[in-house]
Structures are given as C-alpha cells and as structure tokens.
C-alpha cells in the first residue's frame, strides 16, 4: 500500500505543479488541489514471534494470520496491477509536464503584452487564461481520480477472488478463522499462512482476468484522433 501511495501522492504533487505557474494570475486556482488527507493508519502494536527457519507450519491451529497488504503486492495479480499503476502514472505525470509548460509559456507571453496592452483588454484575456486553467486543473484531477478509482478496483477483485482460496486453505489447515496479521497483538509465525496463500492464488488466478481488447483499444483510437 505505501508503494501504492507513493505513487497517487507523486501523481497529486504534479497535477498541482501543472497550474502553478499560473499564480500570479489566479492564485486560487491550486488552492484546492492538494491531495486528500489521508486516512488514519494508527495500527495497533503488534508482534510476531519467530520460531525458526526450520521451523513446520503449525497445521493444528485453530487460528491463522495472513498479511493482507504482502498477499497482493507480492502475487502474480498483484505485481501486474502495479506494474499497470506505474505505467500509467507516468504518463499522466508526463502529461502534466507537457501542459505545465505550455501554460507557463502561455502566462509569459500574456506577461509580456501587459505592458502594452489596454487595461480592459488585458484583463479579458487574464480572465480566459484563468477559467482555461482551472478547467484543466480539473480534468487533471479527474484523470487521477479515475486512476485511483480503477486501481482500488482492482485490489478489490483480487480480494473477492482470493477468499474462496483463502476459504479452501483454512479448511485444509483445520482452522476456524484467517486473521489479517496486523490486527493481531502477537502470534506466530508458524500459523501465518501468506507465503502459503501467494502460492496458491498465482496458481489459480495468477494476473486476474485481461481487460476486453475493446476496453483497451477505445482509449488508443480516441487519443490518435486528437
């Protein structure tokens, strides 16, 4: 999740340096930009005890521990939803760059035709360059949103379609109940079963169900006809 956060945070930071530039003449513009606050992470202290390197797994336990954030940063899914996240946020922070500097460009010249402009007449066109960065300030905004939206999304399908395995292993193990580890004061490791549960998820879901090709293709057609 922290590796997620970095990600949406460095994608927030560049959507508000695209307008920045843009202060001198509406300041108010990057005003509500920031990213969101976020939730509190206060956990509660917890500990695992280490039995050992050579230790088994403790298959008459009735409880079991799983770390739930591992259990999809480190499977197949994913390690692809990740790899999707990044490559994305680039290129919206590539996109940011662009319009970041041709707004400044843009506010430079107007910089330069205050001089000699009419008052009245000056002011218009700060005004047009004002309501055209803010549009953009937004749909910048929304284009991370959707990013999130769609991230979030998928880490949720991935926890829909892990229970069932999640459901088969606690029946194997003869437990009654997973518990997500950090939520647990202290345990063992023996009865935590998240290398255990990474195996079998890559085995029966391994990346999570392909985007339909006409999903994907949308997008490439309606950005080359730009």
């Known amino acids: 999740m922290l590796r997620f956060l970095r990600i949406i945070t460095a994608i927030w930071l560049a959507c508000a340096c695209l307008i920045a530039g843009s202060a001198v003449l509406a300041q108010e513009l990057t005003d509500d930009l920031a990213p969101p606050e976020p939730p509190n992470t206060e956990q509660l202290p917890n500990r695992t005890i280490e039995t050992g390197s050579d230790s088994q797994p403790d298959m008459n336990a009735p409880v079991l521990t799983v770390d739930r954030e591992r259990l999809f940063v480190e499977s197949a899914w994913g390690q692809r939803a990740m790899e999707e996240l990044e490559e994305e946020g680039g290129k919206i922070e590539a996109e940011n760059e662009r319009l970041a500097q041709q707004l400044s460009d843009e506010e430079a010249e107007l910089t330069r035709k205050r001089e000699t402009m009419d008052p ?95 999903e994907e293709g949308t997008p490439d057609q309606d950005s080359d006809s730009n």
Do not use: C, W
């Open 120 to 214: 009245a007449e000056f002011r218009k066109l700060a005004e047009a360059f004002d309501v055209r960065a803010t549009e953009i300030r937004r749909e910048r905004a929304q284009v991370v949103q959707d990013l999130n939206t769609r991230s979030e999304a998928d880490r949720n399908s991935f926890y829909q379609a892990a229970l069932p395995i999640m459901g088969e292993v606690l029946e194997r193990r003869g437990a009654v109940a997973v518990l997500d580890r950090r939520t647990v004061f202290v345990s063992l490791d023996s009865i935590d079963i998240t290398d255990e549960l990474i195996a079998e998820l890559d085995k029966h879901i391994g990346e999570g169900p392909l985007p339909a090709t006409g």
